[in-house]
Every structure is written in structure tokens, then in C-alpha cells.
């Protein structure tokens, strides 16, 4: 399973960014079984949880810190998982990682996740 992570940038606070994560491999014919998370880690933090929902559709989970402002999305067609984020505010600021769980319910730590995007940087200005 390879992810590839895109989307991020520099944005001032009050802005919007969308990240996409396009899942890929010979095991993603069992996708529909997986979670698809996205993680955060600032500068001298450790990562933490965003949000994750389950390919398949239905449930979704956000970090109380993005609740309201960020949505997790998929687009089957595309293979790929989006998490627009609205509203943003300078402690966003982050490098975001996507990240897949085989699993068939949403687990919050990072240990959990077998496989792992590369990681893309959102700056929020104040």
C-alpha cells in the first residue's frame, strides 16, 4: 500500500486548504476495510490525530481541536481521501501525514497505523 499526501502550503489564519491522499498498491482491492487517518505533527510535538473515517463510508472521528472546522472525505473513483480544512488558525500549523489502518474501526493513536504518506506541510499565518 503506497500514499501519497499533497495539497499543503501557506495560508493565513481565517483560510482553507484541502489535502489529498491517493491510496495505491496490489492490496487495494481490500480497501473497504481499511481506515484512513490523518495525523499532524508541529515542531518539537509528538503526532497526533486529526480525523479518520472508514473507506467504506459512515463512520467518521475528528480531535476535538479540529471539530467543526476540518472534514474527511474519500472519492472512490479516485482512490483518494481528502481532509478539507477550514477556518484555520496558526496552531494548524503543521507537517500532515496520511495514514491507513487495516482495521474495521477507528483507532487515534499513530501506532495502529501500518502504512504512512510522506507528509505535507501547512504553514498558518497569524
Known amino acids: 500500500v503506497q500514499l501519497q499526501a499533497s495539497g499543503g502550503g501557506l495560508v493565513q489564519a481565517g483560510g482553507s486548504l484541502r489535502l489529498s491522499c491517493a491510496a495505491s498498491g496490489r492490496t487495494f482491492s481490500i480497501f473497504s476495510r481499511y481506515v484512513m487517518g490523518w495525523f499532524r505533527q508541529a515542531p518539537g510535538k509528538e503526532r497526533e490525530f486529526v480525523a479518520a473515517m472508514m473507506w467504506s463510508g459512515g463512520s467518521s472521528y475528528y480531535a476535538d481541536s479540529v471539530k467543526g472546522r476540518f472534514t474527511v472525505s474519500r472519492d472512490n473513483a479516485e482512490n483518494t481521501v481528502y481532509l478539507q480544512m477550514n477556518s484555520l488558525k496558526p496552531e494548524d500549523t503543521a507537517v500532515y501525514y496520511c495514514?491507513?489502518?487495516?482495521?474495521?474501526?477507528?483507532?487515534?493513536?499513530?501506532?495502529?497505523?501500518?502504512?504512512w504518506g510522506q507528509g505535507t506541510e501547512v504553514t498558518v499565518s497569524s
Open positions: 495514514a491507513a489502518d487495516p482495521n474495521s474501526y477507528i483507532e487515534t493513536s499513530p501506532a495502529e497505523y501500518d502504512y
